[in-house]
């Protein structure tokens, strides 16, 4: 399942690694970042991968020029630049690098903090201006007041151990983080609810999705400790800018540090231009050793799925992930087979059939992650006019409705020592079941 790259196009500026370990390892690289929208849709048909960071917006129709892509790497965290249901329709991978920034971001936030807590761009505007203002520039330690971080994945992690070297108590709320994990870094758990009306001061690790879209908003300042600071070095979106800019005025925030903005440059003036804001230009990312390790990391992402090694950062590609390694490859051939054998049983393929997939042995208890997209590339080949892969082949199949269900027993049939079963159901009460395994390079259906 290893790809052939010969052409990528690198249209950001990232570190000269990126650029060197692509070609050590045999692929071609042609770096433009000065690409109108227009001249990338001319050329994207050339390459088949691509490498960004967050200047070039990779949309529909981008996507839609690119004949022959097959990758598209984020040399950084987020993918919202890039379409990335577009990419999955056309069987193409978005792959970002998860860790690059984690410790740059992490080390912002607590900088945010720190500024916030003693007012430390204000105090230093001041002495620009050549005043000597310090009664105007009360501060408030840090030691026993109380941080909320909303995300505990890589970066609110490391924001949570290095303030509590300040002597701070950290909660915090991931829906994804079981309470022991997160206690496993003096992190106490706890519903959002319970968060607000407790924190002095809240820090926001979370993707923009439409969960977290004004996630801190009126609502959430109304019940928050009055004085309360918030630090935002996400994305933009996840505070309402006009709710905060109220909780500003009235009181209610004490301070607000801002990497991220919903408009980047930001239009709402009146918010960073106020006197209890600390703001940056989305820096998050911005130190030499992020930049160098994000375009470390992707480069050698690409080289590691050219070589079939692994699939790492994939963001659409779960099928893909798990099917790699030497030993998987032979049962997603094996899975196409019997999809390609039951769409020439069933005729026409449709919503109106069902479709299951067993798999028998021990050995094969993971192989369903990848096993029921192997099946639908070959049970959708006809329908959808080919060119379907793991990527694709899922939201093919959603789109026209067909769900593909996936069990597991753990003792197979007969003296075998592993099976995968198809069961393809018509709407009329046919019933089709194939079966088949792998025999060293030939499959036994």
């Known amino acids: 399942m290893a790809l052939t790259l010969k052409n990528v196009l690198i249209s950001d500026e990232v570190d000269p690694k990126c650029v060197e370990i692509l070609q050590s390892n045999g692929i071609g ?8 929208k227009e001249e990338l849709i001319t050329e994207i048909p050339k390459y088949d991968g691509l490498i960004v960071r967050s200047a070039t917006k990779v949309k529909a129709d981008v996507i839609a020029a690119a004949t022959n892509l097959k990758i598209i790497g984020r040399a950084g965290t987020g993918v919202d630049n890039i379409d990335v249901g577009a990419a999955t329709k056309k069987g ?47 501060g408030a330690e840090l030691l026993g007041k109380t941080l909320g971080i909303v995300g505990l994945g890589r970066i609110g992690k490391e924001v949570a151990i290095r303030m509590q070297s300040f002597g701070m108590t950290t909660i915090g709320f991931d829906p994804i983080v079981s309470p022991e994990e997160s206690a496993e870094f003096g992190v106490e758990s706890m519903p959002l609810e319970k968060i607000w009306p407790l924190a002095d001061y809240i820090t926001l690790h979370t993707p923009l999705i439409p969960q977290t879209k004004n996630l801190v908003n009126d609502q959430v300042f109304s019940i928050c400790k009055k004085g309360m600071k918030v630090i935002n070095c996400a994305r933009g979106g996840i505070i309402d800018e006009d709710a905060i800019l109220r909780a500003l005025e009235s009181g209610k925030c004490g301070g607000a540090g801002l990497d991220v903005f919903l408009e980047e440059p930001p239009t709402n003036t009146a918010l960073i231009q106020h006197p209890l804001v600390v703001s940056t230009p989305h820096l998050g990312a911005s130190t030499v050793e992020a930049q160098t ?32 390694s030497p030993a998987t490859r032979p049962l997603v051939t094996l899975g196409q087979k019997l999809g390609t054998l039951g769409a020439a049983l069933v005729g026409k393929v449709s919503k109106n059939i069902s479709v299951q997939v067993v798999t028998y042995g021990s050995e094969l208890k993971q192989a369903g992650s990848y096993l029921g997209a192997a099946v639908l590339v070959g049970l959708l ?62 499959h036994v259906l």
Not at 405 to 413: Q, S
Request: proline letters at 5%.
């Open 92 to 138: 193409i991978i978005v792959m970002n690098t998860p860790g690059g920034n984690t410790m740059s971001a992490a080390e912002l936030t607590c900088g945010m903090i720190c500024s916030l807590s003693r007012q430390i761009p204000q105090a230093t505007e001041s002495m620009r201006a050549g005043r000597w203002d310090r009664k105007k520039f009360m």
């Open 381 to 442: 080949a006809n329908p959808t006019n080919n060119g379907l892969n793991l990527v694709s082949a899922p939201v093919a199949a959603k789109e026209m409705g067909l769900q593909v269900a996936t069990e597991h027993v753990d003792t197979p049939p007969g003296n075998l020592s592993s099976l995968v079963s198809v069961i393809i159901q018509e709407q009329d009460g046919a019933i089709y079941k194939l079966s088949g395994y792998p025999a060293g390079c030939q």
């Open 29 to 36: 690289v042609v770096k433009n970042t000065k690409l109108s």
């Open 293 to 324: 390790r994000v375009a470390e990391e992707i480069a050698q992402q690409f080289v590691d799925l050219v070589q079939g090694k692994s699939l790492f950062g994939a963001i659409n590609a779960q099928a893909l992930t798990n099917a790699l």
